[in-house]
């Protein structure tokens, strides 16, 4: 092997190490938060809702867990489901109990309301996100645009 050519660790075996210990320790909160994340960047959806769903066992009110939550229900939905809808909303309503400006949370909230059809809270809800976004940045731009679809009674995304 050349020198420089691992960049740091493998995120794989550190994976691997971290679930034999969780394994061994299924309730150490900090690792399956670690978890959650790695199986995220991973794009080990299934395994990262098992993490997480394990840290709001532990941790009912813990923001990243209820947040990751939310978008696994939303963004792997197989079906247009009201009752999933209403179930990403609560998450996202305890994370913004701590958080209320968080842009992600709002924004999924309001996703969450506009497949409710609640296009007023909808709006309410992408207003305050684009509003704790950089101006200019591109995530106040797609937010901005989604937005005026919105209110022009488009798809907004």
């Known amino acids: 092997q050349q020198m420089g050519t691992q960049e740091g660790p493998d995120p794989r ?3 691997a190490r971290l679930e034999k210990r969780l394994r061994e320790n299924p309730n150490n909160l900090d690792g399956q938060i670690m978890a959650g994340r ?3 960047a991973l794009q080990r959806i299934d395994d990262a ?3 997480w769903s ?3 066992e532990m941790d009912p ?3 990243e867990a209820n947040f990751h939550i939310g978008v696994i229900l939303v963004e792997t939905r197989k079906f247009d489901d009201p009752q999933l809808f209403e179930t990403a909303l609560n998450h996202f309503e305890q994370v913004l109990v701590d958080l209320p ?3 992600g949370a709002n924004w999924y909230k309001g996703l969450a309301l506009w497949y409710l059809e609640r296009y007023r809270e909808t709006e309410d809800a992408w207003a305050l996100a684009f509003k704790n976004l950089d101006p200019g940045s591109q995530d106040a731009d797609f937010v901005k645009a989604a937005m005026e679809k919105l209110r022009a ?3 907004p995304f």
């Open 61 to 63: 009110l813990n923001n």
């Open 101 to 103: 400006n968080q842009p």
């Open 49 to 51: 809702q098992k993490a």
């Open 13 to 15: 075996e550190m994976v």
């Open 153 to 155: 009674g488009e798809t």
């Open 54 to 56: 394990k840290v709001l």
């Open 38 to 40: 790695s199986y995220m």
